[in-house]
């Protein structure tokens, strides 16, 4: 049934297993082709500097191995409809993620400690010390893996110095300023973690978004 093809959506040929009637008059139809199993791990996704709830997220390290093309798909999950988007494909080794919509049992609060900021000036230089802490709850009872992501800014000029505080055992990517943890949350368990950075930069500027 394999068939060569320059382009990933023409890489195989789909025969329907019985005759299939079309109306032929121009009007859409749905067929079924076949059905494909599709191994996966579930994990969460929280950027709680934008919401409160979690993404769900299907993680397939095995979906080189299925017939599967890019296009469009419609997800349904514990028998509800949450969505559909176009699926693109990663290369083949890396990791499909197919999102199942939020799931407000877990969920995550940023919160800024406004007692450990503050903003000083010093000649011509200012100082501003940011905190914040970010308190997460998964509300099942079982154990689940969750993903954090916040940032940490990045200085755009070398008259500006980003010094880090504390991450909390979180991973900062230098390059982006992109803070992730990576979490195994246990049934009920709510956990904390804290943050924070001081930036030094010429009086003159003004800095925006922090």
């Known amino acids: 049934d394999r068939s060569v093809a320059a382009n990933a959506i023409a890489r195989y040929e789909f025969v329907p297993t019985v005759p299939v009637a079309l109306r ?3 009007s859409p139809e749905r067929i079924f082709i076949e059905t494909v199993d599709l191994a996966g791990n579930l994990s969460y996704l929280l950027l709680p500097e934008y919401s409160d709830e979690a993404y769900q997220l299907v993680n397939s390290g095995e979906w080189s191995a299925s017939r599967l093309v890019p296009g469009r798909v ?6 509800m409809y949450r969505g559909a988007y176009f699926m693109q494909l990663p290369a083949p080794g890396d990791t499909l993620h197919i999102p199942l919509g939020q799931d407000v049992r877990v969920r995550a609060n940023r919160e800024r400690i406004l007692d450990r900021c503050a903003s000083t000036v010093f000649g011509g230089s200012r100082k501003t010390t940011q905190s914040f802490e970010i ?3 998964n509300q099942h009872n079982r154990t689940v893996s969750v993903a954090i992501q916040d940032a940490i800014p990045v200085a755009v000029g070398s008259d500006i110095q ?4 504390g991450l909390s055992g979180g991973e900062l990517d230098p390059v982006s300023g992109q803070v992730i943890w990576d979490l195994e949350l246990g049934a009920n368990e709510r956990r904390t973690l804290s943050f924070g950075y001081v930036i030094t930069y010429p009086k003159r500027r003004s800095l925006q978004g922090l």
């Open 24 to 26: 032929g008059d121009g």
């Open 162 to 165: 980003v010094e880090v505080l």
């Open 74 to 79: 419609q997800v349904i999950a514990g028998g």
């Open 135 to 137: 308190t997460v709850e």
